[in-house]
């Protein structure tokens, strides 16, 4: 039987007490990738909130190796989880630098005080997500793509066992799209990192995933491998998008992936 590290059971989120997606089931291994798809509206975002704990679940667990997320306290679930929302970060008077490093504090106790290992780490987070031209830059005054590279390190740096990522890519050109997904796949060979986050761009979710789950109307309606997920035209009716279009769509796909192979 094979030993799942991340599960919900019968999960049901929403807001106010109002279902948006229910019954959400989730069997992941340890350091896999698991990636959410679907039309705008659909939930992904309510799903990764609720598995972050930032919105009560209206029904349902979700487990974390053999522990109930919801009954973590906050310091052991921040050494646990790390999350990378679109919500825009307050830093002010802040280097990127500095915001790397507030991902060390759930390490250094009360007053915030970097040890010296928590130095390395932060420095060596910063060369592998490849930000060390923009360290000592003002926060507030990079680039949206750099940005999320900066937040990306501040979750790595937090050492979590799960990384929570809400459309991660979505500021980010092709190269920097690889970069970023390459730095993800390093990250669960070298450290056993186990990822859930929502994309935006199909074809990447299909070359990164381990599984996939797509969303649309009040339930899940597929949960499976890439290969399950992208076949007899699903994807078409995922998106509504009509017969006709359907071959103009891969051919959209094909351009991209060409685009992709000559970086």
Partial sequence: MEEYYFQTKKMCVGYDGNPVVKDIEITLPKSEIL??????GAGKSTVLKSIAGQLQLLGGVTILGEELLSEM????????????????LQAELMTCKDVVATGRYPYTGRFGVLSKEDGRIVDEVIELVQITDIQ???FRKISDGQRQRVLLARAICQEPELLILDEPTSYL???YQLEFLSVLQEMRRKKGL?????LHELELAKRIS???LCLKGAYVERYGTPAEIFNNGYIGQLFDIPKNSLKQTDNALLAYMEQIETL
């Avoid at 186990?194 to 929502?198: K, N, P």
């Fill in 35 to 40: 990636t959410l798809i679907g039309p705008n």
């Fill in 73 to 88: 306290n906050g310091a052991k679930r921040a050494k646990k989880v790390s999350v990378v929302f679109t919500d825009r």
């Fill in 136 to 138: 000592e830059q003002d």
């Fill in 173 to 175: 050109d092709i190269r």
């Fill in 194 to 198: 186990t990822v859930i986050m929502s």
């Fill in 210 to 212: 381990d599984k996939i």
